[in-house]
Nanobody, 124 residues
Framework: VQLVESGGDSVQAGTSLRLSCSAS????????MGWFRQTPEKGREGLAA????????TYADSAKGRFTVSQDNANNTLFLHMNSLKPEDTGMYYC???????????????????WGQGTQVTVS
């Protein structure tokens, strides 16, 4: 599985941004996909996860209400829509994938075997 993130940018606080994750190399259907953010202070934290088969999603408390994960199955692409961005949203954002959504690990690094290279988001 190859994952390529894009859409990161330097933006002003209060604005919106959409990140994309293009998946290739395997069957995308029925995969667990997640978005993570890495900062020096918190390390790599899970933000949102979605099971591509059903579209069922879950969010970390830090993402609820402002971030939305969506998918375009026809193009094997995952999105993270981020609204009302804050300076504390600054970080490197990673897309992750795994064949299974494993219960309590969907928002944890240990729940994923495949990772993209990341895309930088800076909010000032």
């Amino acid at each position: 599985v190859q994952l390529v993130e894009s859409g990161g940018d330097s933006v002003q606080a209060g604005t919106s941004l959409r990140l994309s994750c293009s998946a290739s190399g395997t069957i995308y259907w029925n995969y667990c996909m997640g978005w993570f953010r890495q900062t020096p202070e918190k390390g790599r934290e899970g933000l949102a996860a979605i099971f591509t088969g059903s579209g069922s999603s879950t969010y970390a408390d830090s993402a609820k209400g402002r971030f939305t994960v969506s998918q375009d199955n026809a193009n094997n692409t995952l999105f993270l829509h981020m609204n009302s961005l804050k300076p504390e949203d600054t970080g490197m954002y990673y897309c992750a994938a795994d064949r299974y959504c494993r219960g309590g690990l969907v928002l944890h690094v240990a729940g994923y075997n495949y990772w993209g290279q990341g895309t930088q988001v800076t909010v000032s």
